[in-house]
């Protein structure tokens, strides 16, 4: 056999061989590499929310998911509407003024924190240490409620009270009120949580 078929045989082995290193190569590359993209999951936490509150009746709330919060949608009666101007002096923050355009849209700093006056939108998270608020809706007297209580909702971890626009009471640890996500109508009855490019 000369040398020149060896070479040859050598060259065509060598050849061989990278184009499979390179295929392999490839083959484990490419899984490890989408391992950085987002995945579904994580691409739909940042994504808009629509909602469709036509049988949200008064009084009622509906809790959805958005970028892994709480939001909390509320149809608030005449008399929870009625009762948030009389709380006003109770209130820490009552117009919305701190932090505002980190908190609450600038359609949503009036007395009701809401583009529809009867439908109220906030992110259930207290602002203090980051626990979830429960419901106190019914007005009067209750354990851990003052004898006036308005109705609103009740931090149970240390004491913060928030009332049916989601503005936090004085001498509260919580210091400041629930958030306003962004939000927009795109019908009379459904609401996109996330954006607010027509508000």
């Known amino acids: 056999m000369s040398d020149t078929s060896i070479d040859n045989s050598k060259r065509t082995w060598l050849i061989a061989s990278t184009c499979a290193g390179f295929a392999g190569g490839a083959a484990v590359a490419v899984p490890f590499v989408s391992t950085f993209q987002p995945s579904e999951r994580a691409r ?29 949608i509320i149809r608030r009666t005449p008399e929870q509407l009625a ?24 359609y949503a700093r009036n007395g009701h924190r809401s583009i529809k006056p009867e439908v109220m939108v906030a992110v259930g998270i207290c602002t203090h240490l980051g626990c979830s608020p429960s419901d106190k809706f019914t007005p009067g ?48 009855t459904r609401l996109l949580i996330g954006e607010d490019k027509k508000a």
Request: overall charge negative; aromatic content about 6%; hydrophobic content about 35%.
């Open 44 to 72: 739909a936490a940042g994504a808009s929310v629509e909602v469709d509150i036509a049988d949200l009746r008064p009084g009622e709330k509906l809790t959805v998911e958005w970028r892994g919060k709480p939001v909390w």
């Open 83 to 106: 009762a948030l101007d009389s709380i006003k002096e109770q209130l820490a923050d009552p117009e919305s003024a701190r932090k505002p355009s980190e908190l609450t849209p600038a």
């Open 141 to 188: 007297p209750q354990p851990s409620l003052p004898n006036d209580w308005a109705g609103g909702f009740l931090c149970a971890c240390h004491g913060s009270t928030f009332d049916m626009a989601g503005r936090v009471y004085k001498n509260k640890p919580a210091p400041d009120n629930l958030e306003v996500p962004p939000h927009m109508y795109v019908s009379d």
